[in-house]
């Protein structure tokens, strides 16, 4: 029923720390599928119906609360593919005030019940028992598509209007910000390339106790700041764990030069940081965790110390990791500038100005990325978006079919950042984490 529109971005694998700067040029669903749905400001039409065990419902009732409706009915398919997802939110939301009710488009009462019981949905659910086009409801709020939520505020306003659950999740996410500041401190490591500037994380610990420690490595282009590796760092600290975040050679604050970064390099870099974290008195279990380029350093990383007897990893976590990068080097066009893979450059000049390596083409034409990752068999989550148009996750996918240990999770519209919702991925990664390091 559904299309997803998508533009291409200039930089491929880039990782900046502005999620928002990345999406502002891509389309969603609710450009075609939410365009007559009440608009956020407007008034929300009030409205009487009868509930599934036949009470009154009034929607006045609720004012001063903030409110979720949810248009759905038992026979829709995409209705039924959302319904978890939206009683996930209602269990997260609910004890913070948040009132979800569900308008369905159900003739069948039985059917609708049947659902209900089916997926848990426990909040009120009220209906017309009418065909979908003939109900009030949806005229009044102008729904041509289900499913649909409505978020209205506190005062009565509409707030949100969309066929996007994820929109929903972040919108209530960030109405309800956790004030978390978080405890950390800088310092140097030194690197393949010069001094490497991480950032350590870590919980209140009494003296001898012990914790995990994830480290966490940014994509291409990219710095420790990228604000996915900043949440799962937060949700880590806040739960028990300690995380290392850090700039690879050539990028952010770290020595050497970008010109100079390679795929191995990068890997020399991890080790460096691994190496400096199994030191530390206070670290129990270490796990490696990475992000586009940083998921493919993570991913052969921890095969190579795996074959070497040097690390032991207790989890592996990988972010769309970005292994179509040696595809990108045999076709000879790397970020849309193209070469002879078979006589590479000196160096190439990207989109943004930045001069990549002949090395690191040179490098990364035979890099034997699933063949090291292969190596690792431990416990390993691969999370991916099937809206990445920058690294189509189907090589994620091929991560997960080679690890009998991991977990796949493939978040629908999801682009390349996350950026559709960077807090829910943060907490299925952080989630993951602290179930697999905590046992």
Known sequence: MKKIFLTTLTILLATTTSVKAQSDSQKDFDSKYATELVKPGTIAPDFKMKTIDGKTFRLKDLKGKTVVLDFWASWCPDCRKDAPEVVRMYKEYHPQGVEFVG???????????????QFGITYPQVSELKKFKDTDIAKAYGVKWIPSM????????????TVLPYKVDKYLKELHPT???????????????????AVIQKPQLKPGEQ???????????????????????????????????????????????FQDMTVPNEIVDTKHVLNYVRDLRYVSKIALAGHSQGGV????TAGEVTADNSMDLSAVVLMAPGAV??????????????????????????GNGI??????????LTLPIYETAAKYQGPALIIHGNGDRLVPYTYGLRFHQQWPNSEYVLQEYFDHLFSQNTYRTADIISDYLIKTLQK
């Open 355 to 364: 001069k990549l390596g002949g090395k690191y083409i040179k490098t990364t």
């Open 211 to 257: 914790c995990p420690m994830v480290v966490l490595c940014h994509g291409f282009n990219g710095t420790k700041e990228f604000p996915l590796l900043e949440l799962i760092a937060d949700s880590l600290q806040k739960n028990g764990i300690a995380s290392i975040r850090f700039d690879y050679n050539g990028h952010g604050q770290s020595e050497g030069e």
């Open 325 to 350: 990068l040696r595809e990108d080097a045999l076709r000879g066009n790397f970020f849309g500038a193209l070469f002879d893979p078979l006589d590479p450059p000196e160096y190439l000049v990207l």
């Open 150 to 161: 409505v978020v209205i505020d506190k005062e009565g306003r509409v707030a949100l209007s």
């Open 179 to 197: 004030g978390f500041k978080p405890d950390y401190d800088t310092l140097t490591i030194d690197g393949d390339h010069g001094k490497l500037v």
């Open 103 to 117: 308008v369905s488009m159900d003739t069948d009462v039985e059917a609708w019940r049947k659902s209900c019981s």
């Open 297 to 300: 350093v993570a991913a052969m």
